[in-house]
């Protein structure tokens, strides 16, 4: 955002979740902006409430001085640290829990394939022996990921597009994606997507942001 709209707007995360067969899911997070929000920002739900979508994409939105201590470390836990930034997770129990608890921070959605590719091109790289490395040479990702079998960029693709078996392990060895600000900006408002806000669900709108971010 400009920065005439930071001061008047809080800051945090955005998140993706991609599901595959046999009900195994995973999670992209990634950090936007929102107004501010006291403590959690609502009743706490059951984790079975929370829709588990074949792909989902969060953000969030609030200053860390007015962000409740225990919603800032869970939001630190999944890796949203800065404003715009995201990360891959597999959506587990514990993870959905977490998010449910940071829901009114966050929005989310089911990236598409093109997406998931375009961000981690575009967005990604990998972090070896405590560094930062970008991922223009085959040699380091063999050097960090080969035991698993992957390989070079294409490989990491594949495997979080289809939450494969070394999914962890990439998710471990990749950093966050520093994601632009959205074109045209956010909506500013705390109330949930399908109420006009820009926390919740997207469904596949959530692409649509990606866009704009990415």
Do not use: W
Not at 11 to 20: A, D, F, G, M, W
Not at 50 to 75: A, C, G
Not at 133 to 157: F, M, R, S, W, Y
Not at 189 to 203: F, I, L, P, V
């Amino acid at each position: 955002m400009a920065e005439g709209e930071t001061k008047a707007m809080a800051y945090i995360p955005e998140v993706i979740l991609k599901k595959r067969k046999h009900k195994e899911e995973s999670l992209a997070l990634t950090r936007k902006t929102q107004l501010e929000f006291g403590k959690y920002g609502g009743k706490k739900r059951k984790v079975e409430d929370i829709k588990r979508p074949e792909q989902f994409l969060r953000s969030s939105e609030t200053s860390k001085n007015d962000m409740h201590p225990k919603t800032r470390k869970i939001l630190y836990n999944l890796k949203l640290r800065r404003i715009f930034h995201g990360v891959f997770m597999k959506a587990t129990a514990g993870v959905l829990e977490m998010l449910q608890r940071v829901e009114p921070y966050v929005t989310f959605g089911y990236p598409n394939p093109k997406n998931v590719s375009e961000l981690i091109y575009k967005k990604g790289y990998g972090m070896l022996n405590k560094q930062r490395v970008p991922l223009i040479d085959n040699t380091i990702i063999e050097q960090a990921l080969g035991k698993h079998g992957i390989l070079c960029l294409e490989d990491i693709v594949h495997e979080i597009a289809n939450v494969g078996p070394h999914f962890k392990e990439i998710t471990n060895f990749l950093g966050p994606f520093a994601l632009s600000k959205p074109k045209g900006g956010l909506q500013g408002k705390r109330a949930s997507y399908k109420d006009g806000g820009d926390t919740g669900n997207r469904e596949d709108e959530i692409n649509d942001l990606i866009d704009k971010m990415n």
